[in-house]
């Protein structure tokens, strides 16, 4: 049955056992009124008259049609009142169903008082506007993943057809341009790493486990100077790898992205029993609106794709991304002077 046909059935069933409670009433008290043989005051042998008999029946004849009347009345305006109550849920479908065939662009923008249909469309108008944002960024992100991915191949065959058109190239040179080659493929196996990354920690997580945030930085810190911070228990539950990657990403992007004489601090505990990783570093300085940008892939500082020591652009959208599958709390800040403090509370 249809929710229009649900509502029509409540609001007839109430309106008819209202009506029916009410007929119910003149015939219980014709009943009462009747003189029954034995009860003080009436004599032997008397008994209902013909004419209270037939009032009685006249009532009961009347009150069922009175009834029915009402049933047919009531049924007429539920589905009445029905339809009008969810007209605006009508627009709101129909439009919602235009909206993800055609174009992500449009919102429902219903114009009504503050109710549930109000809040309905502003809750559906919210979806449809992070829907266009994940889309764009899709399409951002794919385009910048194959123009990253096409310029390593370009070189390679650049140099391949270089030292295959010379017809001097001595051995040193064909072994200098399979060199280059090699360096090509290692930073083209680091994207695909990185973007694999990326990929698997948007997915989700489907098994959490117990861990401890401390012992994953010190296993990351493992054989790396220079990096201090005070490092106490920090238990959640998550991924192990994920986490790992994410504090990995922090601290790469925390070296990689410094200053001379600059210095990188990772700090783990707990605040208010959920366990919290803190990365801080020095660096060039970042103004406060480009952060949200550092978070999107291929973006870094000055708004092109610089790699500073290799990187591509993907060590801060990987922690976004993983922070998100863990359900954690990502606060990026720039520091005054220059840097980053990175903090994820799980």
Do not use: K
């Amino acid at each position: 049955m249809t929710l229009r046909g649900q509502l029509t059935l409540l609001y007839s069933g109430a309106f008819v056992v209202c009506g029916a409670a009410l007929l119910g009433v003149p015939l219980l008290q014709a009943s009462e009124s009747s003189p029954v043989p034995g009860q003080p005051g009436v004599p032997p042998g008397a008994g209902p008259s013909s004419d209270g008999v037939g009032v009685r029946q006249e009532l009961v004849v009347s009150s069922l049609v009175g009834l029915a009347l009402t049933v047919v009345v009531a049924v007429v305006l539920g589905w009445l009142i029905a339809g009008r109550l969810l007209r605006p849920l009508r627009t709101i479908t129909a439009t919602a169903r235009e909206i993800s065939a055609s174009n992500l662009h449009r919102r429902l923008g219903v114009n009504r008082r503050d109710d549930e249909f109000r809040q309905l469309a502003a809750v559906l108008d919210d979806l449809f506007a992070r829907l266009e944002a994940s889309f764009e960024a899709q399409r951002r992100f794919v385009a910048n993943a194959s123009h990253e991915l096409r310029t390593p191949l370009t070189a390679e065959r650049t140099l391949l057809q270089v030292a295959l058109a010379d017809p001097d190239a001595t051995a040193d040179d064909l072994r200098a341009a399979c060199r280059e080659v090699l360096t090509l493929g290692t930073q083209q196996e680091r994207l695909i790493d990185a973007l694999l990354t990326l990929a698997g920690s948007e997915s989700g997580i489907e098994h959490r486990r117990p861990l401890d945030v401390a012992e994953i930085v010190g296993g990351v810190l493992r054989g790396r100077e220079g990096i201090t911070g005070e490092r106490r228990p920090a238990p959640t539950t998550g991924d192990p790898h994920l986490v790992e990657s994410l504090v990995a990403n922090l601290v790469d992007n925390a070296v990689r992205h410094n200053v001379d004489d600059g210095w990188v601090e990772v700090t783990t505990g707990t605040v208010e029993g959920r366990a919290r990783l803190t990365v801080r570093n020095t660096g060039p300085e970042i103004p406060a609106e480009d952060v949200a940008r550092l978070l999107e892939p291929f973006q870094q500082l000055g708004g092109a794709r610089i790699r500073h020591g290799g990187g591509y652009g993907l060590g801060l959208p990987i922690v976004r991304a993983i922070a998100d599958a863990h359900r954690a709390t990502l606060d990026v800040r720039p520091r005054e002077g220059g840097g980053l403090d990175v903090t994820v509370t799980f």
